[in-house]
């Protein structure tokens, strides 16, 4: 099995969010032991932020750790763990809010759309919208 980055990076669907992570300087810390929980956004969910968020991010590296951070929980979460949660502390600092109300599980406006992708040191829970903490 591969670590969460070598996970993201076999998967080609989160080329966007690599790029970030190698630009913050986090992949180290991702390829450590963890475990760690990932709410990973794809290409597309980067895509739909407004046109030059993602180059002016690349180029202020703390706030590109911000939110990056914010898009991962100590620990090893699955989805049936999740579920029982209406929130959930990031590296980052801030919660994000956990809703699992409707069927499927939402985090903070973000719909997980694929859950429980194992990783040698933690689990990946796909996103489709970039998590940006307050």
């Given at each position: 099995?591969?670590?969460?980055?070598?996970?993201?990076?076999?998967?080609?669907?989160?080329?966007?969010?690599?790029t970030?992570?190698?630009?913050?300087?986090?992949?180290?810390?991702?390829?450590?032991?963890?475990?760690?929980?990932?709410?990973?956004?794809?290409?597309?969910?980067?895509?739909?932020?407004?046109?030059?968020?993602?180059?002016?991010?690349?180029?202020?590296?703390?706030?590109?750790?911000?939110?990056?951070?914010?898009?991962?929980?100590?620990?090893?979460?699955?989805?049936?763990?999740?579920?029982?949660?209406?929130?959930?502390?990031?590296?980052?600092g801030?919660?994000?809010?956990?809703?699992?109300?409707?069927?499927?599980?939402?985090?903070?406006?973000?719909?997980?759309?694929?859950?429980?992708?194992?990783?040698?040191?933690?689990?990946?829970h796909?996103?489709?919208?970039?998590?940006?903490?307050?």
């Amino acid at each position: 099995m591969a670590n969460i980055v070598e996970t993201a990076i076999n998967a080609g669907s989160f080329n966007t969010l690599v790029t970030a992570i190698k630009a913050a300087d986090l992949v180290d810390t991702l390829n450590g032991a963890g475990p760690f929980t990932v709410f990973a956004p794809t290409d597309e969910a980067f895509a739909k932020l407004p046109e030059g968020t993602v180059e002016g991010l690349l180029k202020d590296i703390p706030t590109l750790k911000k939110i990056l951070t914010y898009h991962v929980v100590s620990g090893k979460v699955m989805a049936s763990d999740v579920v029982k949660l209406d929130s959930a502390t990031t590296v980052q600092g801030s919660d994000v809010k956990i809703d699992a109300s409707n069927g499927g599980v939402k985090v903070n406006d973000a719909t997980v759309a694929t859950a429980d992708v194992a990783a040698d040191n933690g689990v990946i829970h796909i996103i489709d919208t970039v998590l940006i903490p307050a």
